[in-house]
């Protein structure tokens, strides 16, 4: 199985800030890396898919980078709305791992 | 638009077994597979296991192969998820989303279903 490992597990910012949250897969996993943002009590939201590609409807602040085993989720200028926490996932082989979570509060 | 639209709370006893639902609506039922995900009480997200829902295929993460078994009535554009011999450890809510185009992804996901295992 493919183990996910996300840092910071945690973090605090403030408003404006560039904040970056890094992801390391336990083998390559090409670009099957997806980041999802979750605020408390609702359901994840998916953010990023294939690396870097941007979900939808989802603000151009938010970027993703990377390939093989070492992925990194940007958000260029922080907001108060992304207040949440932050999850990685591989899916490029089941079972399909998530990281443990980065937990992102505003200053 | 995409809606997954999942049944409501339960509460259980250990042992018991307990079948949520999710509803889907917006597009092709049979044309992306569902998964499960489990999140515990100020945890993180647990993947379950993958249901194509066209040919009823399966595959379970193994800490739930015996636990949790996927179904789906197509007429209904409907997936389900049993879980059996259930343990406090069990309480949970338990999601179902959509695995996408765009490499496998989890691109829209139902709103939750709180399963609480108690005495």
């Known amino acids: 199985d493919i183990q996910m490992t996300q840092s910071p597990s945690s973090l605090s910012a403030s408003v404006g800030d560039r904040v970056t949250i890094t992801c390391r897969a336990s083998?390559?996993?090409?670009?099957?890396l997806n980041w999802y943002q979750q605020k408390p009590g609702k359901a994840p939201k998916l953010l990023i898919y294939?690396?870097?590609s941007l979900q939808g409807g989802v603000p151009s602040r938010f970027s993703g980078s990377g390939s093989g085993t070492d992925f990194t989720l940007t958000i260029s200028s922080l907001q108060p709305e992304d207040s949440a926490t932050y999850y990685c996932?591989?899916?490029?082989?089941?079972?399909?791992?998530f990281g443990q979570g980065t937990k992102l509060e505003i200053k | 638009q995409v809606l997954l639209v999942q049944s409501g709370a339960e509460v259980r006893q250990p042992g018991d077994s307990v079948k949520v639902s999710c509803k889907a609506s917006?597009?092709?039922?049979?044309?992306?597979?569902i998964n499960w995900v489990r999140q515990a009480s100020g945890q993180g997200l647990e993947w379950m296991g993958w249901?194509?829902?066209?040919?009823?295929?399966?595959g379970y993460a193994q800490n739930f192969q015996g636990k949790f078994t996927m179904t789906r009535d197509t007429s209904i554009s409907t997936a389900y998820m049993e879980l059996s011999s259930l343990r406090s450890e069990d309480t949970a809510v338990y999601y179902c989303?959509?695995?996408?185009?765009?490499?496998?992804?989890?691109?829209?996901w139902g709103q939750g279903t709180l399963v609480t295992v108690s005495s």
């Open positions: 989303a959509r695995e996408g185009d765009g490499y496998n992804s989890l691109d829209f």
């Open positions: 917006g597009y092709t039922f049979t044309s992306y597979d």
């Open positions: 249901m194509n829902p066209n040919t009823g295929n399966t």
């Open positions: 083998q390559s996993i090409t670009r099957y």
């Open positions: 294939g690396a870097s």
């Open positions: 996932q591989q899916t490029y082989s089941t079972p399909y791992s």
